[in-house]
């Protein structure tokens, strides 16, 4: 069974930082593209960041300059450091992860993280 575990979310005032963490287990072939979604009540899920398994990575207009995501392989873990956090930052933020079975690639998210952002 895969399972992605989500932590480092909280409450934070504006201009302070977070880091999230994103940790896979189970038996995992391989674990492929992974991202970082949020949602805001009232608004859809919207994708935050995202990562290749080479390394490359790419953000929302509204997060560069201030988040970063990055991953370490040997520990299944993804990363998303926010810096310069806005109030227009809260939501539940969300891991996805593509991850290999055998031949077969699934899809997997995490439980949610909640982050709240004062002014």
């Known amino acids: 069974q895969v399972q992605l575990v989500e932590s480092g979310g909280g409450l934070v005032q504006a201009g302070g930082s977070l880091r999230l963490s994103c940790a896979a287990s189970?038996?995992?072939?391989?674990?492929?593209?992974m991202g970082w979604y949020r949602q805001a009540p009232g608004d859809q899920r919207e994708l935050v960041a995202t990562?290749?398994?080479?390394?490359?990575?790419a953000y929302v207009d509204s997060v560069k300059g201030r988040f970063t995501i990055s991953r370490d392989n040997a520990k299944k873990t993804v990363y998303l450091q926010m810096n310069s956090l806005k109030p227009e930052d809260t939501a539940v933020y969300y891991c996805k992860a593509r991850i290999s079975l055998g031949v077969t690639e699934h899809v997997y998210w995490g439980q949610g993280t909640q982050v709240t952002v004062s002014s």
């Open positions: 990562i290749t398994s080479g390394g490359n990575t």
């Open positions: 189970g038996s995992i072939t391989s674990l492929n593209a």
